[in-house]
Nanobody, 121 residues
Framework: QVQLVESGGGLVQAGGSLRLSCAAA????????MGWYRQAPGKERELVAT???????TYADSVKGRFTISRDNAKNTVYLQMNSLKPEDTAVYSC???????????????WGQGTQVTVSS
């Protein structure tokens, strides 16, 4: 069993910053990709950013230059530093991780419970 626990969401004014954290715990043998998604009210969930085990990253065009994803492999934790926040960044942010729980098993995607980010204008 693997759990992903997120923290760091909240209310911030436009132009402000927040840092989200997501820690994976449980029966973890290895983790390859980790990422953040978000879902705003009435919209579909969208990819925000991903980081692979070699720390290569991808970003949605809407957050490039403002958000930075990083990870601490020793802590099985992924972070999302969000700067220059805009009201349109308001959403529930969820992390995921592709986790292998044994040497003979494959990777399976796990999700966190989500954390609310609200940006006021």
């Amino acid at each position: 069993q693997v759990q992903l626990v997120e923290s760091g969401g909240g209310l911030v004014q436009a132009g402000g910053s927040l840092r989200l954290s997501c820690a994976a715990a449980g029966s973890i043998f290895s983790i390859n990709a980790m990422g953040w998604y978000r879902q705003a009210p009435g919209k579909e969930r969208e990819l925000v950013a991903t980081v692979d085990s070699d720390r290569s990253t991808t970003y949605a065009d809407s957050v490039k230059g403002r958000f930075t994803i990083s990870r601490d492999n020793a802590k099985n934790t992924v972070y999302l530093q969000m700067n220059s926040l805009k009201p349109e960044d308001t959403a529930v942010y969820s992390c995921n991780a592709n986790v292998r729980t044994s040497t003979w098993g494959g990777f399976r995607r796990y999700w966190g419970q989500g954390t609310q980010v609200t940006v006021s204008s």
